[in-house]
């Protein structure tokens, strides 16, 4: 025993006077005590030990017993001041539910399930009574506030100022960026924000349309029309409806209706996943619902008309694949044709 014990230690030894012995040894003393913890340990993904800059990390986590969730840690080779401040922080989740009412529930029940108020529930859902019913579908925010849909020439301090809001909550709660850009279609949470009080003076003004050839837009997929025009977006708080939805198989290819920039490659309710595409002449196209975006399609591409941007899904606010169309600036051509009309390029 003796003679096997000696080798051990001379090793150690010769580890420890080497300069990344004693960063060795620490590893190896951290992945014995955290697999020998009770044994609860069910899973360790080693993709932290292969990113060597810690900002490509994915997320990651150790699981263990009782449904409690420990955020891996990066090796001490690799850490950094980001890493050290996420491990003691929990895992924020921003995203939008949809909740169906169970019988006997109410608004106050389901407000305290959530730890959100009353009044954010009845304004996301626009209801006007209190009064649910079991099978009631309700959008269900993440935290207090409401939900906006950017309109053209609004800045995030503009929408902050709109529902006396802190602007820097509403760009790090929606993940802007340094840059807190925001486009036309864009859906954003309002943090704590405030419905304004209704003008005394609010008169609804026609909205200016740009005037196009029929020939600028190509349909932007092939199917049936299985709804007319209905609710697009906003302008001035007046709601639009410019939208159309044309229905297919899953995975049929979406294309851009018009040459232009894309703006939005984005995932969020009740569009699910969904790209805009800004047009040279002002107009803004947004398709909505599909089940996945085309390869290299990112924010700022240039794309051109008839080229595949995603694939045809029923994501978001759906009740199966088609393809949500609306057009912002301008008259959606694809609106004259009625419901069973089939559509193609």
């Given amino acids: 025993m003796k003679s096997r014990l000696i080798p051990i230690k001379e090793t150690i030894k010769s580890l420890i006077k080497h300069p990344n012995g004693l960063v060795f040894c620490f590893i190896v003393i951290v992945f014995f005590l955290v697999i020998k913890t009770d044994n609860k ?67 106050n029940q389901i407000a305290e399930k959530f730890n959100i108020t009353t009044e954010t529930i009845m304004l996301v859902n626009e209801l006007t009574s209190s009064k649910i019913k079991k099978g009631d579908k309700l959008t269900i925010l993440p935290i207090n506030g409401l939900i906006h849909l950017v309109e053209k020439n609004e800045t995030v301090a503009k929408i902050a100022k709109k529902y006396s809001a802190n602007q820097n909550d509403i760009i790090e709660f929606n993940n802007l960026g340094d840059s807190g850009n925001v486009f036309v279609g864009d859906i954003l949470i309002i943090p704590y924000g405030k419905m304004p009080k209704p003008s005394s003076q609010g008169v609804n003004v026609a909205v200016p349309q740009i005037t196009m050839p029929n020939s600028y837009f190509i349909a932007p997929t092939t199917g049936i029309v299985t709804q007319g025009p209905h609710f697009s977006h906003t302008v001035n708080g007046v709601k639009q409806y410019n939208s159309i939805d044309i229905a297919n198989s899953l995975g049929t290819p979406i294309v851009a209706a018009a040459g232009g920039q894309i703006q939005i490659v984005k995932t969020i309710w009740p569009n699910g996943n969904y790209i805009t595409i800004a047009h040279p002449n002002g107009v803004v196209t947004l398709y909505a619902h599909l089940n996945s975006f085309a390869k290299d399609v990112y924010p700022g591409k240039q794309v051109s008309q008839g080229e595949i941007i995603g694939y045809m899904g029923s994501t978001g606010n759906s009740t199966g694949p088609h393809l949500h169309f609306h057009v912002v600036g301008a008259y959606n051509p694809f609106l004259k044709y009625p419901v069973g009309t089939k559509i193609t390029y």
């Fill in 41 to 107: 340990v069910m899973e360790l993904s080693q993709a932290n030990l292969i990113n060597i800059d810690s900002s490509l990390q994915p997320i990651t986590s150790i699981v263990s017993g009782e449904n409690n969730v420990l955020s891996a840690i990066s090796s001490p080779l690799f850490i950094s001041n980001n890493t050290l401040g996420a491990m003691m922080e929990p895992e924020k989740n921003n995203s939008i539910i949809v909740y169906t009412v169970s019988s006997g529930e109410t608004i």
